[in-house]
């Protein structure tokens, strides 16, 4: 039976999943990342990308047909002709992009995605002004991209996931003109088969010389494709130190007020916004064991009358965009039982209030959601949810973004297809209108 196997590099480590056509694991191997590899990061990556494919079982190794690599957003670096790192990568979170935003919004359109101080094009920028050997750079790469190079021995090739805070136009999938800059890769679709893997690494590993190696995709995008939500009005919202939400929509969102944006899928659109409350508040106050034994207590279907915003510091940006936002936490009652109650539902208030906001800004009407992380594993929060949504929540039936890319490495069910139709199926997309 033949294997497909997704790669995530997170952010503290990486996991490999391979899956069967019908989307059954036959193995999954994971490894953290050493903290002593702060220098030589991209060695260390190969060395983990290399340990990933030995761990895995050989009878998986003998069987794959297709392997596809995600990295963290906005993770890149530079290359010279033969791909070999000039320099060490910027991390998705490095925003020493601050010190050329003038130069970036100089040639880029206002609110335009790029304009954050740890975009992909701030980078290349900084790189471009800072850098004392960056003539000997060829390639500009992200994370996915160049650990896909090891594998495929073709450089200068990205995804328009990856691309997007490049400046990459995914409305048009073209360069737009007014990014005239060097070493920019040429984009492809998410899954889109590259090329063969190299003979010698297929060699090295026992793997088919036929498997081929696909354009990857950013982790958060591969653990939405992992939940396996296809429909417009499909969302997912992630319950872990912070909410995020992500709604699967026939209409492109752009809005910088608000922190949102769109990832393309297919012909539809991945919108998504996040905010400051979630996990992180609910962990100040109580234990794990707290949580789970209080949370049995409360009644899901009765209100609190308690109207909280839950944050740690002020500040907030979505669905409330107010940089001074006061955290909401008064009055407290000394039940604690109603003081979670009055937590865990205002907290599902900001969730429907996020979708609402979407909703409002043209995005397709929010039909069930999907839940990640480590909240969704409160079946009480669920409920509370379920109720102030007013449409079905339930657990993802996958969280891991390996899964998702893996996905992308599936053959077509129906070879004679349309394009768009089989671009929906690769990245898990259905058009019927909800």
Request: charged share 20%.
């Amino acid at each position: 039976m033949d294997c497909y196997l997704g790669i995530d590099f997170g952010t503290s480590g990486a996991r490999a999943i391979a899956i069967t056509a019908a989307r059954e694991i036959q193995a999954q191997v994971s490894d953290r990342f050493a903290d002593s590899a702060r220098q030589n990061l991209a060695d260390h990556w190969q060395s983990v990308l290399f340990k990933l494919l030995a761990q895995l079982p050989q009878t998986v190794r003998s069987r794959l047909q297709g392997i596809a690599i995600n990295g963290t957003s906005a993770t890149v670096l530079l290359c010279d002709r033969k791909g070999q790192p000039i320099t060490e990568p910027l991390l998705y979170h490095d925003d020493r992009g601050k010190q050329v935003l003038d130069r970036v919004a100089a040639i880029a359109p206002p609110d335009h995605t790029v304009l954050s101080a740890t975009s992909s094009l701030a980078k290349l920028v900084w790189w471009r002004q800072h850098l004392d050997n960056f003539n000997a750079a060829h390639y500009f790469l992200h994370q996915a991209d160049w650990l896909a190079f090891l594998l495929h021995g073709k450089l200068g090739i990205s995804d328009y996931h990856n691309s997007l805070k490049l400046g990459y136009d995914v409305e048009k999938l073209r360069y737009p003109d007014w990014l005239d800059l060097p070493m920019l890769p040429e984009v492809m679709e998410p899954g889109q088969a590259i090329a063969p893997i190299l003979p010698n690494i297929a060699n090295h590993f026992n793997i088919p010389h036929n498997c081929c190696i696909h354009a990857g995709t950013t982790d958060s995008i591969a653990a939405f494709l992992a939940s396996q939500a296809t429909t417009p009005g499909d969302a997912v919202t992630s319950l872990g130190s912070t909410l995020v939400l992500k709604l699967l929509s026939h209409t492109r969102l752009e809005n910088k007020h608000y922190g949102i944006y769109s990832h393309r899928l297919g012909n539809l659109w991945l919108v998504g916004g996040a905010s400051n409350t979630g996990g992180a508040v609910l962990k100040h106050f109580f234990s794990d064991e707290e949580l789970l034994e209080l949370s049995r207590q409360i009644s899901p279907q009765q209100e609190s009358p308690l109207d909280y915003y839950p944050l740690l510091k002020p500040g907030e940006r979505f669905p409330i965009n107010d940089p001074h936002l006061l955290p909401r936490l008064e009055p407290r009652p000394s039940d604690r039982v109603k003081f979670l109650h009055g937590l865990l539902q205002s907290i599902a208030r900001i969730e429907m209030q996020g979708y609402s906001l979407l909703e409002s800004l043209g995005a397709t009407s929010l039909r069930q959601i999907f839940t990640a992380g480590g909240g969704a594993q409160n079946s009480t929060w669920t409920a509370i949810r379920a109720y102030q949504c007013r449409v079905p929540v339930q657990i993802a039936s996958q969280t891991e973004a390996a899964f998702g890319t893996a996905l992308l490495t599936l053959p077509q069910r129906d070879s004679t297809s349309h394009d768009e139709g089989r671009r929906d199926q690769r990245l898990g997309g259905n058009t019927e209108r909800s």
